[in-house]
Nanobody
């Protein structure tokens, strides 16, 4: 599956952005989808993930209550709605897909995702 992320940009503290990740290729609903981010000088970190049909979601503690992951399998797209943005949310955001994950304990692990998008920059100004 090929992934194309979009929707990043520059926003002020407290603002909102919605990221989108469009997938092409194999059946989208066979993939667990995740969002990760990487800030300059830092390691990539897990942000959020969603199950194949959207019934379950999981968030990093740092974004819980502010970010919402969702998916539309008819449109082959996963979204990340980001509200109440903070300067520490500044990073390149990547969407990722995994056909092999079968338990939620693996959702946060980047190596479990075999397909990655190109990333979209999110910058939150203070």
């Amino acid at each position: 599956v090929q992934l194309q992320a979009s929707g990043g940009g520059l926003v002020q503290t407290g603002g909102s952005l919605r990221l989108s990740c469009a997938a092409s290729g194999r059946t989208f609903s066979t993939y667990v989808m995740g969002w990760f981010r990487q800030a300059p000088g830092k390691e990539r970190e897990f942000v959020a993930a969603i199950s194949r049909y959207g019934g379950s979601t999981y968030y990093a503690d740092s974004v819980k209550g502010r970010f919402t992951i969702s998916r539309d399998n008819a449109k082959n797209t996963v979204y990340l709605q980001m509200n109440s943005l903070k300067p520490e949310d500044t990073a390149v955001y990547y969407c990722a897909a995994s056909a092999s994950i079968h338990d939620m304990s693996s959702w946060t692990r980047g190596p479990m995702y075999g397909n990655w998008g190109q990333g979209t920059q999110v910058t939150v100004s203070s």
